[in-house]
């Protein structure tokens, strides 16, 4: 068995811990933020139903988007001040990720964890801004990167005095506009000591597959969901909408909020039976 270091985040969620965590919200932060609030609202509800420690996600900015026409958020002020409204109204933890080192310490002041994108998962000022917050910092793993070769970024956080480090998987680059789940590298990452979260939403993306935009295939994020937690996974991400078809970013990969209950009680039913 993998001896996982367990990361605390509050007395009621702990990473590594007999729990399956969830982390799930729109991908971003939207100028109608009715939508952000309401899809938070109905979450807390479902997971407080199911008993599951949940974790609210979405993002001020989109900076790893295919076109410069994209949409790509609120901004850094405007978003991080939703957040602390549904942090404090909702009294939900936040997870939200940051695109320049300077960014650290002024998310730092709201998030609860912060996360860094995958595509940014190699650049050291950013691991290092971010560890010096003390935060949780949540790496997504680069789709261009093996599993053992998380390793070396995750170090950067653990040597600039933060060992609270928590990996996510989310796929695979897989020839053009495509990714690959391996779920191996599910236990070769815990083996090097880390929980590890998988994004359900984001591995079933085609990255660029839609010319300016990137696609996705929405209908096998179940399939990976329940694949990762049979895998021995300890949480999962998702991206969550109500009108994903309608959603300004990732629609394609995005689950419908009236899914959610019955895909995080399915896979609240699986994690059960493997622990």
Not at 122 to 130: G, P, V
Not at 166 to 172: K, L
Not at 193 to 202: E, N, R, S
Not at 229 to 250: M, R, S, T, W, Y
Request: hydrophobic share 40%; glycine share 6%.
């Amino acid at each position: 068995m993998n001896i996982i270091n367990k990361v605390k985040l509050n007395d009621f969620i702990e990473f590594g811990s007999d729990n399956l965590v969830i982390m799930a919200g729109p991908c971003v932060i939207e100028e109608n933020v009715s939508v952000v609030i309401k899809t938070a609202e109905k979450l807390k509800e479902i997971t407080t139903k199911l008993g599951l420690p949940y974790i609210f996600k979405a993002s001020y900015d989109k900076a790893n988007r295919t076109s410069i026409d994209s949409y790509r958020g609120v901004g850094i002020e405007k978003g991080l001040n939703l957040l602390l409204k549904i942090k404090k109204d909702l009294e939900l933890p936040i997870v939200t990720d940051i695109h320049q080192p300077h960014e650290a310490d002024i998310v730092a002041e709201v998030a609860d964890i912060i996360q860094i994108p995958a595509f940014l998962c190699r650049q050291t000022d950013m691991l290092i801004a971010a560890a010096k917050t003390g935060k949780i910092v949540n790496i997504k793993k680069g789709q261009f990167l093996s599993p053992a070769q998380i390793e070396n970024s995750a170090q950067k956080v653990i040597k600039s005095g933060n060992k609270r480090v928590v990996i996510t998987e989310r796929g695979t680059c897989f020839g053009y506009n495509n990714l690959v789940s391996d779920m191996r590298s599910i236990p070769i990452m815990q083996e090097l000591g880390y929980p590890i979260i998988f994004d359900a939403t984001h591995s079933i993306q085609l990255p660029g597959g839609a010319g300016t935009c990137s696609s996705g295939e929405r209908k096998f994020a179940l399939t990976l969901a329940k694949s990762a937690v049979a895998a021995g996974c300890n949480g999962l991400f998702f991206e969550i909408h109500p009108d994903p078809d309608k959603a300004p970013c990732d629609g394609a990969n995005m689950i419908p909020l009236d899914q959610a209950y019955d895909v995080f009680s399915i896979c609240k039913e699986i994690f059960n039976v493997v622990n």
